[in-house]
């Protein structure tokens, strides 16, 4: 296996921990996995490094132990010193755990029985993922998701306006559900007749009064009927 293992990779290894994880498990799980190699990455290279240096052991030991704490630089933490040096392993990680959230919403769309090139496809035409009624060659609509990881960011409400129907995450920052996010999200989602599906948590949190919104369980249930209906209920 490769230093830095692919999304699918981490994503087996989480699955197998329980193939009936639901969903925030699942997505969770993974997250886990992928801080442990991330981990055990940088003991591994602080190990190569020091040992080097003929170090004794006990100031091995101490220097590694400096090196691998979690430190703060301009404001932003970082898990250690290594990653704050080596940005190019924090940026790999990066796109690694965005892939990792599209394949748990690729499992609950198998979950619902809907097969992978006939009743959606995966990053097409600028979006995540697309959903077909009734299959992908003799469709009569589509819908267009946009999924996200754990923080919803402006480019997450500016990809559902330019780029999707709905949005799928696993959206753990309740500040971030604003008035005016929320406003702005309901209002795209009527537009498209589509829904925000974010964890059961975070949505049991939101206080205001939602109509498009829902948590991301149901989110396999609600494309299967798409592709049965062409609509979502």
């Known amino acids: 296996m490769p230093?830095?293992?692919s999304a699918e990779e981490i994503f087996r290894e989480a699955l197998k921990l329980n193939p009936d994880f639901d969903v925030n498990s699942l997505h969770y799980k993974t997250f886990e996995v992928m801080v442990r190699y991330r981990t055990e990455y940088y003991k591994r290279r602080v190990d190569e490094i020091l040992s080097e240096l003929n170090l004794p052991i006990e100031i091995h030991r101490k220097v590694k132990k400096r090196l691998l704490e979690p430190i703060v630089v301009r404001d932003k933490k970082?898990?250690?010193f290594m990653e704050e040096v080596s940005r190019r392993v924090s940026q790999a990680f990066q796109p690694i755990s965005g892939h990792l959230a599209e394949l748990c919403a690729e499992?609950?769309?198998d979950r619902a029985g809907l097969v992978k090139d006939i009743h959606f496809t995966m990053r097409k035409e600028r979006t995540d993922l697309i959903v077909y009624h009734p299959e992908i060659y003799s469709y009569k609509s589509r819908h267009r998701i946009e999924v996200k990881?754990?923080?919803?960011r402006e480019r997450a409400?500016?990809?559902?306006?330019?780029?999707?129907?709905s949005l799928f995450g696993f959206f753990n920052q309740l500040r971030e559900f604003t008035e005016s996010n929320i406003r702005v999200l309901e209002r795209r989602c009527a537009r498209t007749g589509g829904y925000c599906y974010i964890p059961p948590n975070t949505l049991s949190q939101i206080s205001q009064t939602t109509f498009r919104f829902r948590s991301n369980t149901r989110f396999g249930q609600d494309m299967?009927?798409?592709?049965k209906?062409?609509?979502?209920p």
């Open 107 to 109: 499992r609950e769309l």
């Open 3 to 5: 230093s830095i293992p």
């Open 149 to 152: 990881n754990v923080s919803l």
């Open 157 to 165: 409400v500016r990809g559902l306006a330019f780029d999707g129907d």
């Open 224 to 227: 299967a009927t798409f592709v």
């Open 78 to 80: 970082y898990s250690n």
């Open 229 to 232: 209906t062409g609509a979502i």
